[in-house]
């Protein structure tokens, strides 16, 4: 082959101008990059340097700053809040006026939560005995304390079907709400226990009772004020118009002895009560059970209502079926 065969234009040749020309062009790109980079000095990378060091550190002071405003946020929360509060956040593990205070108030709540007589006072009727009376829920587990005399038979068996009825408020009439049976009864002191059983209508019974704790009667003095809840008014027609609940207020007037019993058998009031109210409660200022209204002693001037100590039906009576104030 010759030099002309070498150089002929078959041998050489692009498929066209255009990939010449990218080819070429290709070359001077490189070759710009090249020149930049042999054009760089040591000035120019320092430069760089500064930037990029600075960029950070100005992203670095940022997120200092944020950081440090949020913590400001909770500590201004954290200082805030103690300051609204009747104690500091030192006082509480070294003064004992805190303490007290705290004490003070767990007890007042535990007794708010724990006691409503309107909920827990309930209507006794026994409808084959035509006779009524008042009870008190004083277990979670459904046990009513009442006077032994509100469901006494007289031999003929009436109390094997007791109702209880319940009030919504004091502004509507008690409705027949579930059926008891005698579980405890003790003549001497008139007193009775009986237990829920079942809902009157068929209806699945609660598995928890609103129910009334019981005080320390032994703390009450003369000149305190008790309130009385119940159904003085208790009439057995039917259950269309039993009689509504009832407070009524009176001091303790005295005490009075039983042979055989105690020295302080019975708390008397200054108020008549209803023979209605009879098993109803007697509560004290924190709304704890303290006696149950029993008997109505009457004069010619006067009348008073006498009341069973709680400590003691306590003595009588297994503590499983109380629940006391603690």
Not at 156 to 174: A, H
Not at 227 to 235: K, N, T
Request: net charge negative; glycine share 8%; with cysteine.
């Amino acid at each position: 082959m010759g030099v002309d065969d070498f150089f002929d234009d078959e041998f050489l040749d692009f498929d066209s101008d255009d990939d010449f020309e990218e080819f070429e062009s290709s070359s001077n790109f490189i070759s710009v990059l090249n020149n930049f980079r042999d054009s760089l000095t040591t000035k120019h990378f320092m430069i760089f340097g500064g930037v990029v060091v600075s960029l950070f550190l100005v992203y670095f002071v940022s997120y200092r700053f944020e950081a440090a405003s949020d913590s400001n946020l909770i500590a201004e929360s954290t200082t805030v809040e103690p300051s609204t509060s009747p104690t500091t956040t030192v006082e509480p593990s070294t003064s004992p006026t805190t303490t007290i205070n705290t004490t003070t108030t767990t007890v007042t709540s535990n007794v708010v939560s724990a006691t409503n007589p309107l909920e827990s006072t309930v209507m006794v009727v026994l409808p084959d005995c035509e006779k009524m009376g008042s009870g008190t829920i004083i277990s979670k587990l459904g046990f009513i304390l009442t006077n032994e005399h509100v469901i006494s038979d007289d031999g003929t068996f009436c109390n094997d079907f007791i109702v209880i009825l319940t009030s919504e408020s004091g502004e509507k009439d008690p409705v027949p709400k579930y059926v008891a049976q005698i579980v405890a009864q003790n003549v001497t002191l008139d007193i009775a226990i009986l237990e829920i059983t079942r809902t009157y209508d068929g209806s699945p019974i609660p598995k928890s009772f609103r129910n009334m704790c019981v005080g320390d009667s032994n703390s009450v003095s003369q000149g305190d004020d008790l309130l009385i809840w119940g159904y003085p008014d208790v009439r057995w027609v039917n259950f269309d118009s039993p009689g509504r609940i009832d407070v009524s207020q009176g001091f303790v007037s005295g005490f009075d002895a039983e042979t055989g019993l105690s020295e302080k058998a019975w708390i008397s009031l200054s108020s008549t009560i209803s023979s209605g109210n009879s098993g109803g409660g007697a509560y004290n200022e924190l709304g704890q059970l303290v006696g149950v209204p029993t008997a109505v002693f009457q004069g010619n001037l006067s009348s008073r209502g006498l009341l069973r100590p709680m400590s003691l039906v306590l003595e009588y009576f297994d503590s499983f079926y109380f629940e006391s104030c603690k």
